[in-house]
């Protein structure tokens, strides 16, 4: 086929998805599920309050039941002109959430040297996620955190490309939002952990210099709310530890098997077209990679460890999903893909440094009791295509109009699936 006509057939796609996204907003979707109750128990009462009571509702925020930070809710409430009506002020998020897809599509575009057809093409994969679409339909946090992360790490990129590497203006642009989405959405604290140990690792003074000053002064917002409301919250009445009972290091280690089958997820496309692309059996050394994961799986399984994951109901991702509906309490075929994310992130960490610091950052999304899947969406698709070093062919594979096909193709599968286990199953 010739390029005209795939790029007819792009701008098809572009015109009937960004139709299909303002129609799922009149249509009220919500596929993720939980969205609309977050948004009348949360998000909307917590705007309001703001509105009313600006100090009281700040100090007592956490009785609200809310898990983000109140950056977006003060926002919104005193700067959204759209808050007259929970449905004005949906539709307002519905459309800011857009401009993640145009950022996105800047930073694909110029790290990649691709046509900015293709780039807009790769980035409007947002519109049919189902989490992003939830979020955005019913006006939830999630959006403003990916979009000021989105700003955050094209300024990195910026500066990563800068020869000179001594803008004071990128370092502040990218500490300003990667803060902003730190007080929207607390676990984006990765991007700044992963700044720092990058920083630390290349010997970049300057850098250091000035980031640790901007990032001291944006924190100190996070420092008078850590005194407002101490380290407990209220949950159902009951006096709860932030640290101890809902985000604690202990709970890395049975939630890292989830994060690999997560990971493994969103980022079946892109190997799936390098494979197309090769069409080469593994190495020897990824196989016996993956062999020795999949033994210990298969041994803690053997002894009972991972019984906890027939009784997740919470979370848990697509992959443990199919897994309950498929096989019931038999975990094989779960233990299988998560040994294949495993090998596949072992893989990416033998790349470089840079990934390795990025996987071990990433690690602050395991700390929760509940690791779910929202977390995770759109975030390996923003880092596939900007933090994360790929291979030396991965140029030539993002340009492949085989690639495109591929990546949009699974992702409408993926929406297809949600959609069907949300409201058919």
């Not at 307002?92 to 575009?109: A, D, E, G």
């Not at 980022?267 to 059996?281: A, C, N, R, T, V």
């Not at 030396?392 to 929406?415: A, G, H, M, P, Q």
């Amino acid at each position: 086929m010739s390029q005209k006509k795939l790029d007819a057939l792009k701008y098809i796609f572009l015109f009937l998805l960004l139709q299909f996204y303002i129609i799922g907003f009149f249509l009220r979707e919500n596929v993720a599920g939980g969205a609309e109750k977050d948004f009348l128990n949360y998000t909307w009462p917590l705007i309001e309050a703001f509105k009313d009571q600006f100090y009281n509702t700040l100090k007592n925020y956490r009785s609200f039941g809310e898990g983000s930070l109140p950056l977006f809710h003060i926002t919104n409430a005193f700067i959204n002109p759209f808050t007259f009506s929970k449905i004005s002020f949906q539709g307002s998020i519905t459309f800011i959430s857009l401009l993640s897809v145009i950022f996105f599509s800047q930073i694909i575009r110029d790290k990649f040297k691709i046509r900015e057809l293709d780039s807009i093409v790769y980035s409007s994969i947002f519109l049919i996620l189902p989490f992003f679409r939830s979020s955005a339909y019913w006006g939830l946090t999630e959006n403003f955190g990916w979009l000021f992360l989105i700003l955050s790490i094209k300024y990195y990129l910026k500066e990563e490309k800068s020869e000179k590497k001594k803008t004071v203006k990128h370092i502040f642009f990218i500490c300003l939002f990667s803060s902003l989405a730190l007080y929207i959405r607390p676990y984006l604290i990765f991007f700044p952990i992963f700044i720092i140990l990058n920083i630390l690792k290349d010997r970049n003074t300057h850098f250091l210099k000035y980031t640790c000053l901007f990032y001291f002064l944006f924190s100190l917002p996070g420092f008078f709310l850590l005194y407002l409301w101490g380290f407990d919250f209220t949950v159902a009445g009951e006096k709860v530890g932030l640290i101890q009972d809902y985000h604690n290091p202990k709970f890395i280690l049975k939630n890292t098997v989830i994060f690999s089958t997560i990971f493994l997820f969103y980022f079946l496309p892109w190997e799936f077209s390098s494979f197309l692309k090769k069409i080469e059996f593994p190495k020897k050394e990824k196989i016996l990679i993956f062999l020795s994961i999949l033994l210990l799986l298969s041994l803690l399984s053997f002894l009972n460890i991972f019984e906890y994951l027939n009784n997740i109901k919470l979370g848990g991702g697509a992959i443990l999903k199919i897994n309950q509906i498929l096989f019931k309490n038999q975990n094989l075929f779960f233990i299988f893909i998560s040994s294949i994310g495993f090998a596949l992130i072992i893989d990416y960490m033998k790349i470089s440094k840079k990934n390795l610091i990025l996987f071990f950052s990433l690690l602050i999304f395991c700390f929760p009791i509940y690791i779910l899947q929202e977390y995770f969406e759109p975030l390996v698709i923003i880092l596939l295509f900007t933090l994360m070093e790929l291979r030396k062919d991965s140029i030539k594979l993002i340009r492949d109009n085989k690639t495109i096909f591929i990546f949009c193709s699974y992702f409408v599968i993926y929406f297809i699936g949600s959609y069907y286990y949300r409201y058919l199953f």
